[in-house]
């Protein structure tokens, strides 16, 4: 088998206006979706997030893979890694890095055509189940009125409650958990994760403590200030938080800051800010910066460095979950397949994918029961991209106008002059 054709088409998915440290989401959120076709008519699917550098290079990579068998993934690895830039991750909270962004693609959509070709789910290729459903966490944001761009496909209207907290602002601990209340009853999540930055501390503290009061101690909540805080603010937050949080994700920046707020605050503190790379690892042993990593295939390049991950939060004592950005089902269901080989995953996954239900591209979107999704058991990914929605998706992304992720200059159209601060708190 050899890849005969790779296809590689940005997509734009409504986003609602959704707040964090960097500021605000805009109408869409972009994406990539790349299309491995082989000579014998199979096809393999990958996603990431979309920018104009990770759009150029991997239409340039792409042009250097013809020809190559999809099982040697060292061979194409050797290839890309003749084409990568160094780049760095940035201090925004998402992750820039192209290189690994296009490995993880291509990498993905390798696997998918793997299984494809002999007919077994991508879960086995990675070392068969660990788990037969993937427990996922709910994912709160703090945000503005509107659910976002142009709904293409028409949103499932029959979840109760739900779609009335998408259009509502949710800004203050009320509304925070009204719209924890209207998610879990949809979905059945079983843990609560709050993306905070976005206001003073106090604020995000006392949603937390309301969430408590509403859930009751048997729920497990995390919160996420996406690294803007003081060492002192995020020491002074903790405290009120200890027996509360289950793990308290970047309140700082920086291992060595992550450290002394470990050592002071009783809570296990988790990342994907301070260690996002192998580069990071040996930083994170000498100075024990956190108590748990949080794994993302796109942004640590494919399932095999993901899985090589897992090996060193094993060895090294880490508790080990997974972060999650606005996606697709491609990437759902490679995460799921991921989630599923990791013997050792020992929190909930991040899922961004309640903000883009009913906006996906896949035939039959995958399905969450009691906050689980069943890992598929059809050949590779166990997908099927409706052509028609990616082609709609594409329109999309060609009519809105957005080319690159940007959240400062959205948030600057609701607060003339706002400004991103790396620490603001």
């Known amino acids: 088998m050899r890849i005969r054709e790779i296809h590689v088409t940005p997509v734009a998915v409504p986003d609602p206006p959704l707040l964090n440290a960097a500021g605000l989401h805009a109408p869409y959120a972009l994406r990539i979706i790349v299309e491995i076709v082989s000579d014998d008519g199979l096809s393999g699917w990958g996603e990431i997030p979309c920018s104009d550098a990770t759009l150029a290079a991997l239409q340039q990579a792409a042009d250097h893979l013809i020809g190559l068998d999809p099982w040697r993934l060292n061979a194409i690895d050797a290839a890309l890694q003749t084409l990568a830039k160094p780049d760095e991750r940035g201090a925004n909270p998402w992750d820039q890095r192209t290189g690994v962004h296009v490995l993880s693609a291509i990498e993905v959509a390798c696997y998918d055509l793997m299984g494809a070709s002999i007919g077994r789910p991508v879960v086995d290729l990675l070392g068969g189940p660990a788990r037969e459903r993937v427990p996922f966490s709910a994912y709160l944001f703090y945000k503005y009125e509107g659910a976002g761009g142009e709904f293409g496909f028409g949103r499932d209207d029959s979840a109760r409650g739900w779609c009335a907290a998408r259009q509502e602002a949710a800004l203050d601990p009320e509304g925070v958990v009204a ?27 006392d949603a937390i403590l309301a969430l408590r009061e509403a859930f009751g101690p048997e729920m497990p909540l995390r919160l996420d200030p996406n690294a803007i805080w003081r060492v002192d603010t995020a020491i002074a937050a903790g405290k009120q938080l200890e027996g509360v949080l289950e793990y308290y994700e970047d309140p700082v920046r920086g291992q060595a800051n992550m ?55 094993k060895i090294f004592g880490r508790g080990m979950s997974m972060h ?11 995460m799921t397949h991921l989630a599923a ?30 906050g689980a999704i069943a890992v598929p058991s059809a050949a590779g990914l166990g997908i099927e991209v409706d052509r028609e929605r990616l082609a709609q998706l594409h329109r999309q992304y060609l009519k809105c106008g957005l080319t690159e992720r940007d959240d400062e200059i959205e948030m600057q159209k609701v607060q003339p002059g706002w400004t991103f601060q790396a620490t603001r708190w």
């Open 179 to 205: 719209q924890a209340e209207a998610m879990v009853e949809h979905y059945g999540f079983q843990s609560i994760k709050l993306k905070g930055g976005a206001f003073e501390p106090q604020r995000e503290v």
């Open 324 to 334: 999650s950005n606005s996606h697709l089902g491609i990437s759902l269901a490679a």
């Open 341 to 370: 080989a990791v013997p050792n995953l020992t929190y909930d996954c991040d899922s961004h994918y309640p903000w883009q239900d009913g906006c996906d591209l896949l035939a039959e979107p995958l399905q969450f029961k009691d």
């Open 259 to 313: 450290a002394t707020v470990a050592r002071a605050v009783d809570i296990p503190l988790a990342t994907n800010m301070c260690t996002t790379s192998f580069a990071d690892l040996p930083g994170s042993v000498a100075h024990q910066s956190e108590a748990i990593i949080l794994s993302d295939h796109h942004f640590w390049g494919g399932f095999r460095a993901s899985l090589d991950l897992a090996r060193f939060c």
